[in-house]
């Protein structure tokens, strides 16, 4: 049963354009949300969370919207870079749970000059 | 910064071996984790141990077993591998759960590539 749906698959943006890579969850009592980012031949890495009491939250370049209602949330990289080429894992857990991350099935960005 | 490694990057072995697979964290985290990632399906959860000699059962812990006789360290054994196994195996660490902030987050080993032949 895969809790955590996230497309697309893989994606190819331009340099300097917007990266948007979508999860949709199951689970109503998730309420820790991250995304993680995985270079090739290293382990994935926290890049951004949010909670569920926030629609919103931006780090830099990186920006992650949740719609709580739909049970949506989405990854933004803006002026896209070719050293943001990396495989983008969403995630989402539940307080207390020994931090336990049900995982999407990944979307492999490239970005191209 | 939090250093989780991993016994080995790339092992080869035949159906049937006994494998360990090894995983030592050193910023004295209580949760331990073990996944396999596999093109198209991300990260699955094989086992976690939220204390030492605690373990629980992931997603998927047909195959394999574990071990964590030390909180700095939890093992993966695959007791008679299969080629089903054949995959990237990641081990993470995280702290005690608790409200908000970094705490949740899970801080990843490099990987091992497993072929099994």
């Known amino acids: 049963q895969q809790q955590v749906k996230q497309s697309p698959q893989s994606l190819i943006v331009q340099k300097g354009g917007i990266s948007i890579i979508n999860c949709a969850y199951e689970n109503t009592a998730f309420d820790y949300f991250p995304w993680y980012q995985q270079f090739p031949g290293k382990g994935p890495a926290l890049l951004i969370a949010?909670?569920?009491?926030?629609s919103e939250k931006k780090e830099g370049r990186f920006t992650i919207s949740f719609n709580k209602s739909a049970k949506q949330f989405s990854l933004h990289i803006m002026d896209s870079q070719p050293g943001d080429s990396a495989t983008y894992f969403c995630a989402a857990s539940i307080t207390g749970t020994a931090s336990k991350l049900t995982f999407g099935t990944g979307t492999r960005l490239q970005v191209t000059l | 910064d939090v250093k989780v490694t991993q016994s080995s990057r790339y092992l080869v072995k035949r159906t049937g071996e006994k494998v360990f697979l090894e995983c030592v964290q050193d910023?004295?985290?209580?949760?331990m984790f073990w996944y396999r990632q596999d093109p198209g399906l991300g990260l699955r959860l094989i086992y976690f141990s939220y204390d030492v000699k605690m373990k629980e059962k992931g997603d998927i812990p047909e195959g394999y077993s574990v071990s964590r006789e030390k909180k700095e360290r939890f093992s993966l054994i695959l007791e008679s591998a299969s080629t089903n196994q054949t995959s990237m195996y990641l081990c993470a660490s995280s702290l005690a759960p608790g409200a908000g902030g970094t705490r949740e987050t899970q801080y990843f080993g490099p990987g091992t590539r497993l072929l099994v032949l």
């Open positions: 949010i909670r569920p009491d926030v």
């Open positions: 910023m004295d985290h209580e949760n």
